[in-house]
Structure formats: structure tokens, C-alpha cells
């Protein structure tokens, strides 16, 4: 089964309460002040057991903090979980460290955890924000609302594939370097999520892929959305890519592969185009009735593209 499929059958039901907002969202709130969510690690999936640990740490509080992004909530603190499979007090120092750096740039408090050992590494967070007067509480949109995303689309996921080599990608050592460094240090959009608090339909950030994400907003809202191929917001270098590379293969990367937390958000006439233009979003299509996601280049005719979906299962 499909990860989300799994969570709507078996514990969608078990949180049948207003502050999960039935697991729709990226975050719940908790006695109308707390905004809490989760996210975890695991070696061998989500890196390697030879991963700089102070990269490892400042990308745990990272992802997590993504979540407080799409909610338009403000940084407190967070609980830790880690196991390893041995003391190895040298990994341990490095990923302190990482929890040091970005605990400070982000204002964060850490409020305890767990510590264990294990045959490989695991890594859990559960962050804490405060809600700033409301929060991103819909995760649906209407019809003719318009689609938005922040930054760059796909570098992520082109880095993670380079890294682990799950498919050979033709790139040259300084191309490299930039896309492993957008997978291993994503930038959560913390301010610009507050700032879009009363503007947009909903908000919720590209973990799991665009693609992923635009179909479960679709499905929330029982609307198509209606994407412009040319206006999603590749990187000059993912450009590059894409010219050296297969494109179908390239775009299935770079659209369904995850990882880039970035913001994807709509806005409607309801909202009286409170959204000023903006260099760090662009528009790239629309909420229209139907089903599904649609792909289209400038005149509205389809461009046939099967992206396969991201899952943790």
C-alpha cells in the first residue's frame, strides 16, 4: 500500500479529534496555542551511515521545521529521539554540533528525548511552534484558485539521487556539489509562512514531492490541478541537468522525488489578490473541476508525463 493510503486506513481514524484536523495537514494544533509535529531518519533510507552527523542534525531540524512553515507558526523547541548501534562518542559530538548550529540560528529549546542503541541509525524529532493570532488550518482549495510555489523545484531530489546513486545521472563534480548541498541542508521557509497567514487557501511544504503534494491537495478539494510544465521553477542548474540528461527520467526525479521543503500554497478571489508579487514564489497553475493532476504547456494542451509518486513504504 501507498504511505498515505496506509495512514488514511489504518490511523486517520484513530484521530478523529479537531486538533489532528484528521491528519490532512502538515501539523496539529494543540489547545489553540501549540503547534506540534513529527519526523524521523532512518539509515540506509533517508541517508548513510558514513553521512557527515552534523549534517544528519541540522537536516532532522530542518524537515521539522518545514512543517511549523506550512503552518505558519513560530519555532520553540523539540523533543529528540536517537538510537545508534554503538557509544561512538566522535558521531555523537559532530551531531551535537549540528543540533547546536541551527538550535541557535533558529531559536530553538530542546526539551529532552531519548537515547538507545540499535543495529542502525535512527532519528526522531518532535518540534514545537507557537500559532501567531491563527494558522494554516485548510489543506483544500477552490476552483480557480491559482498555485504557487517557493523556490526551486527538484534539486533535491536530483541531489539525493546523486549521492546514493539509485540512478546514474550525468553531472559534472561542481553541479554535484550544489545539488547534494540543497538535499543536505534544505532552508524552511519559516517567515514566509507567516507572512501568507490570511492569504492563501492552504499551505503545505514539498516533502514528499510536488507531484505528491498537489495530488493530495487535488483529492482534499475533489479539484484538478491544472500545472503549467513551463512555469514550475526549476534551477538554472537543474536546466542543465535536464539538457544532459533523459528528460522523462529527469522530470520523474525532479517532480516526484521529495525533499525540496519548499512552500506549495494557492490563493482565491476570496482573498481579493492579497498576494503582492514576490521574488521567492511564482505562479504555475490553477485549480480547475476534476481530478487529478494535470500537466500543460502555454496554450492548455496536455503534456502527457507518469510521475511515479513518492512513499516511504
Not at 533510507?45 to 557527515?52: G, L, P, R, T
Not at 503582492?276 to 502555454?298: C, E, L, P, T
Request: glycine fraction near 6%; aromatic fraction near 10%; include cysteine.
Amino acid at each position: 500500500m501507498h504511505e498515505k493510503e496506509i495512514i488514511r486506513k489504518f490511523f486517520a481514524p484513530l484521530a478523529n479529534n479537531k486538533e489532528s484536523y484528521g491528519l490532512k495537514n502538515d501539523a496539529a494544533l494543540i489547545n489553540q496555542n501549540i503547534v506540534v509535529s513529527t519526523d524521523m531518519m532512518v539509515e540506509d533510507y533517508h541517508f548513510k551511515k558514513n553521512d557527515d552527523p552534523e549534517k544528519l542534525a541540522q537536516k532532522l531540524i530542518r524537515i521539522n521545521l518545514s512543517d511549523l512553515a506550512a503552518m505558519g507558526s513560530k519555532p520553540y523547541g523539540y523533543v529528540l529521539n536517537i538510537a545508534i548501534p554503538h557509544s561512538e562518542l566522535a558521531w555523537i559530538k559532530r551531531f551535537s554540533d549540528g543540533l547546536k548550529k541551527d538550535s541557535k540560528k533558529f531559536k530553538l529549546k530542546l526539551f529532552g528525548g531519548d537515547l538507545s542503541k540499535s543495529k542502525k541509525i535512527f532519528l526522531s524529532l518532535t518540534i514545537f511552534g507557537k500559532k501567531k493570532g491563527k494558522v494554516h488550518s485548510e489543506n483544500k482549495a477552490e476552483v480557480a484558485s491559482d498555485i504557487f510555489v517557493t523556490g526551486n523545484i527538484g534539486d533535491a531530489a536530483i541531489g539525493y539521487n546523486l549521492l546514493y546513486n539509485h540512478k546514474k545521472i550525468n553531472c559534472s563534480k561542481s553541479l554535484k556539489s550544489y545539488f547534494t548541498k540543497k538535499f543536505l541542508l534544505p532552508e524552511p521557509r519559516i517567515k514566509f509562512g507567516q507572512d501568507l497567514l490570511g492569504k492563501v487557501d492552504f499551505c503545505t511544504d514539498v516533502s514528499d514531492g510536488l507531484y505528491e503534494e498537489l495530488l493530495c491537495v487535488s483529492e482534499n478539494s475533489n479539484l484538478q490541478a491544472v500545472i503549467f510544465l513551463d512555469s514550475i521553477p526549476f534551477s538554472i542548474e537543474a536546466k542543465e541537468i535536464l539538457k544532459k540528461n533523459n528528460k522523462t527520467k529527469m522530470l520523474n526525479i525532479m517532480l516526484g522525488g521529495g525533499e525540496d521543503y519548499e512552500l506549495l500554497f494557492s490563493s482565491s478571489k476570496r482573498f481579493n489578490n492579497s498576494l503582492k508579487i514576490n521574488k521567492d514564489y511564482i505562479k504555475i497553475g490553477y485549480f480547475d473541476k476534476g481530478n487529478g493532476v494535470k500537466f500543460v504547456d502555454s496554450n492548455h494542451e496536455n503534456i502527457p508525463i507518469n510521475i511515479k509518486s513518492f512513499s516511504h513504504f
